[in-house]
């Protein structure tokens, strides 16, 4: 089980310092929307530059022209560029071909996604990896129901999932109990004084819920 580290609402400076302090911990690196629209691609390109060994995480959410956007994020070194799911399936399709074409892979962020129709024709065009996301600005008036969430996908144990959404140490264990194969952080970790300490935390508490738990993933 991965923990993706998101980097959101921060400037290039703190990014980097806050890699410094979590790459020994953290499996997957993502540049966050924010970021990405401050410092443009320069900042992924420098990012995989300085990690080469991590898996990058360029969170474009595209939602057209994706044949374009996918190829950008893919010279720019990411390994996993993410497209929304309520694109349109010509967007859909043109990513995933460009994936293929690099060696790269698309992640469909399922936020806002209700209808688990969508996951059937998505899965029917290739997707083969989504995140469950329940969005920075749904958490001012809700908590995420895991339940609800990882419903969407319990008719497609293959597909690979990844789940965000203000996960922190609290909401961790009911996320753990669903199997996800990939959770990503990012307030939870970022936000803290001691950002080593909070990734270390949270992937300690990963480890020991796979190894006592007969951890199965989805
Ligand atoms: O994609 C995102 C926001 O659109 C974030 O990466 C995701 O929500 C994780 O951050 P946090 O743990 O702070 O919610």
Known sequence: MNL?????????????HILDATA???????????????Y??????????????????????TCDAGKHEAAQAFRAGADITTVMAFSADQTIVDTLKVAEETGGRIMID???????GRIEELTGLGVDLVSLHFGKDMQQTGDM???????????????????AGGINADSLPGILK?????????SAITKQSNTKKAAESLKGAMNDYENHHQYSQR
Do not use: N
């Not at 399922?110 to 688990?116: C, E, F, I």
């Not at 669903?178 to 990012?186: R, S």
């Open 24 to 38: 020994s911990t953290i499996d997957w690196i993502e540049v966050g929307t924010g970021v990405i629209k401050e």
């Open 110 to 116: 399922l936020l806002g996604v209700t209808d688990p």
């Open 145 to 163: 129901k895991e339940e609800d969430l990882f419903s969407l996908v319990k008719e497609h144990p293959d597909l690979e999932v990844a789940v």
């Open 4 to 16: 993706q580290l998101a980097l959101d609402r921060l400037t290039r400076e703190e990014c980097f």
């Open 178 to 186: 669903e199997g996800p194969d990939t959770i990503i952080v990012g």
């Open 40 to 61: 443009g691609m320069a900042v992924v390109r420098e990012i995989k530059d300085r990690y080469p060994d991590k898996t990058l995480v360029a969170d474009m959410k």
